[in-house]
């Protein structure tokens, strides 16, 4: 167990795009959650190896009360981490800009957080409140100023674009906001419309209309070009990074490495086999209480889905997929050089920015070709 990923299923209320699977709660059951995740913590194996990354994701894990980030981080996963200070645990810990306080930011670093994902999404109180969101602009980069106090400098802001047309978003604005807060990361994110939520009952009854290819793949490369020429390295399609700061954890996945996930719907790989947790919280909870795995179901990729996993993997990333690789799967690969989809370079074949806008649509392809091989 190198990778580590910890679900935190709550939230003060649902964003107006998310169908995440989620618990709507004003007051975090902290106490239950930490003891159901330490027991299934418990129910696995640790390897010989240590942990290098732990990752608490949600939901929103910054709700959670410090001391249950403090028990479940110093007290419980101290089992695993041995971090050696030439190799030290990356902690991320996803956190809202409204709860990053600083009492909370000391706490959070005291319990060994290192790096922080913001979900900052937007600049725009307008466009903040359209999507549900709980904070407003000025506490995002309040928040950043308290993490950097707090002596927690790897910080990553999530941004969405990509927005309905109807809400004239300025896309040129937001990307100043986050290049004015010096990031040491940013996470892009398409917004896409979701079966159940909010955003897709507004477009069924014609109040917004969903944003068109042309304007999405218009607002990716002008992020890409304008983080690019502030230094910032897209390592992974939607993943900017500068002074090599990359997510190390994320990385292990795109790079195809085995991960363990703990919490409700957390998913886990070990080369060969996933499998996943109940996504409910009372599902998942009352499994755990009841001393039954919370494990719902699983599959085992064959050789064939597993290489062509790691191909869209690789392709995602900035490192690109190995010719011998290529070799296999017979790409059209003259014909994605040619409409500029992808570069050919030192034996590796890695996507463009436009080729990273239909690398579903390439690996389609591969899997095509397969199928007919
Ligand atoms: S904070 Fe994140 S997980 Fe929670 S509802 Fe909003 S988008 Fe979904």
Sequence with gaps: MRHLYIHVPFCVRRCSYCDFSIAVRKRVPANEYVAAVVRELESLAPGPEPLETVYLGGGTPSLLPPEAIHALLRERLALFCVPTSAFPVEITLEANPEDVTPAN????????????????????????????????????????????????????????FALPAELNRDWDVDLDRVLSLLPSHVSLYGLTVEERTPLARWISRGAVRPTDDERYAEEYLVAHERLTAEGYHFYEASNAARDARRSRHNSAYWSGRPYVGVGP????????????????????????????????????????????????????????????????????????????????????????????????ALVATLTGRRAIA
């Design 265 to 360: 719907a957390a998913h886990s790989f070990d080369g060969r086999t996933r499998r996943w947790n109940r996504s409910a919280w009372e599902a998942y909870r009352r499994a755990i209480a009841e001393g039954r795995s919370p494990v719902e179901s699983a599959e085992v990729l064959t050789d064939e889905q597993r290489e062509l996993e790691r191909a869209y993997l690789a392709l995602r990333t900035s490192e690109g997929l190995p010719l011998a690789a290529v070799d296999r799967l017979r790409p059209p690969l003259a014909a994605w050089e040619t409409a500029g989809w992808v570069v050919v370079r030192d034996g590796r074949v890695t996507c463009t920015p436009e080729g990273w806008l239909r690398l579903d």
């Design 105 to 160: 930011a000391q706490a959070w670093r005291a319990a060994g957080v290192n790096r922080i994902s913001l979900g900052a999404q937007s600049f725009d109180d307008r466009v903040l409140r359209w999507m549900h969101r709980s904070h407003d602009a000025l506490r995002i980069g309040a928040a950043v100023r308290v993490l950097r106090d707090a002596r927690i400098d790897n910080i990553s802001l999530d941004l969405i």
